[in-house]
Nanobody
């Protein structure tokens, strides 16, 4: 299986940057894509961004386009989420997850890292 550990969350002022990391261990050959999701208090978990593990193709939810960048370092088995121009509505617990094969659901969730953006 694959284990995921997120880090990099914290408290930041609106407009500031933050970079999240997701360390991937285990059977890393069982990865088609990696994704970042977030869940704010009282809301459902939502998709934020994803990246294809081999080709680096990315996609984003509209609300973060132009502000967030997902990337991966295959040599380090790490996925990053660079977040710029943060807004209070970005406050949430951020999770990374794995898609094992094309078309499959995301799974193997990490424990999450809290991001709080103050106004």
């Amino acid at each position: 299986q694959v284990q995921l550990v997120e880090s990099g969350g914290g408290l930041v002022q609106a407009g500031g940057p933050l970079r999240l990391s997701c360390a991937v261990s285990g059977r890393t050959f069982l990865i088609y894509a990696m994704g970042w999701f977030r869940q704010a208090p009282g809301k459902e978990r939502e998709f934020v961004a994803a990246i294809n593990w081999s080709g680096g193709i990315t996609n984003y939810v509209d609300s973060v386009k132009g502000r967030f960048t997902i990337s991966r370092d295959n040599a380090k088995n790490t996925v990053y989420l660079q977040m710029n121009s943060l807004k209070p509505e970005d406050t949430a617990v951020y999770y990374c997850a794995r898609r094992a094969v094309r078309g499959a659901e995301f799974g193997s969730w990490g424990q999450g890292t809290q991001v709080t953006v103050s106004s």
